[in-house]
């Protein structure tokens, strides 16, 4: 699971197991050690509402995946899903759940478990 956070934007990727586990019903969770602390994010498959929607506790952040959503994600073609969430502020966090694709480029990262990315050249 990768995360991306810019601004009032959180952006998540899934492997290939990630999507499959996600979608049968598994919470999907990872974290970063600071030693003393760490820093976790999990995305977390929800029977109720119609769109992404995202909760910060306890140091972990939890995009919350309406089940609805992801029925046949595994096996269709759509990248991913995308929420504006209203804030109390008047303002929106922008969510964006996806999945991870093979890049183009010369990557030393194993990528073995993403998917086969449909634009197959630059």
């Known amino acids: 699971m990768k995360l991306r956070i810019k601004g009032n934007s959180i952006r998540v990727r899934l492997s290939k197991t990630e999507v499959d586990e996600l979608v049968s019903g598994s919470i999907q969770h990872d974290s970063t050690s600071f030693g003393n602390s760490s820093f976790g994010y999990t995305v977390q498959p929800v029977n109720d509402g119609g769109s992404l929607f995202a909760g910060y506790d306890n140091n972990i952040i939890t995009l919350y995946v309406p089940k609805a959503l992801l029925k046949d994600w595994s096996d269709n073609s759509d990248v991913g899903f995308e ?25 030393m990262e194993d990528q073995s478990d993403f998917f086969d990315n449909p634009a197959k050249t630059c």
């Open 83 to 107: 929420a504006m969430m209203p804030l109390e502020n008047s303002g929106h966090l922008h969510l964006l759940l996806e999945k991870d694709f093979k890049c183009l480029d010369k990557t």
